[in-house]
């Protein structure tokens, strides 16, 4: 479990990944949201903003267990849960489009 601190400091990493994500600097917020989980690992929101972030890079495995986890800490986010479902929907699409 994660001290206040920890959280703290996983907190000010969400805030800034969410600064240079907002400048389309994608590769920078990842290592921002990557730190903020290792900083603290109960963090939903962290894990959620990680999987956004993984899936805009294309980074689809990843950001799937991104969202998993996410649901896992806080299985009744609806925000979350949102993202996932538009997630899972848009790469079903895209996985049918490529067995054709």
């Given at each position: 479990?994660?001290?206040?601190?920890?959280?703290?400091a996983?907190k000010?990493?969400v805030?800034f990944?969410?600064?240079?994500?907002e400048q389309?600097?994608?590769?920078?917020?990842?290592?921002?949201w990557?730190?903020?989980?290792?900083l603290?690992?109960?963090?939903?929101?962290?894990f959620?903003?990680?999987?956004?972030?993984?899936?805009?890079?294309?980074?689809?495995?990843?950001a799937k267990?991104?969202?998993?986890?996410?649901?896992e800490?806080?299985?009744?986010?609806?925000y979350?849960?949102?993202?996932?479902?538009?997630?899972?929907?848009?790469?079903?699409?895209?996985?049918?489009?490529?067995s054709?």
């Open positions: 479990i994660a001290s206040a601190d920890d959280r703290r996983a000010s990493q805030e990944g969410i600064k240079v994500a389309g600097l994608w590769k920078e917020a990842i290592y921002r990557e730190r903020a989980v290792e603290d690992p109960t963090y939903a929101a962290a959620n903003n990680l999987a956004v972030a993984y899936e805009t890079a294309g980074l689809f495995d990843k267990r991104a969202y998993e986890r996410a649901l800490l806080d299985p009744k986010n609806v979350i849960k949102q993202n996932f479902d538009l997630f899972k929907e848009i790469n079903d699409r895209a996985n049918r489009q490529r054709r």
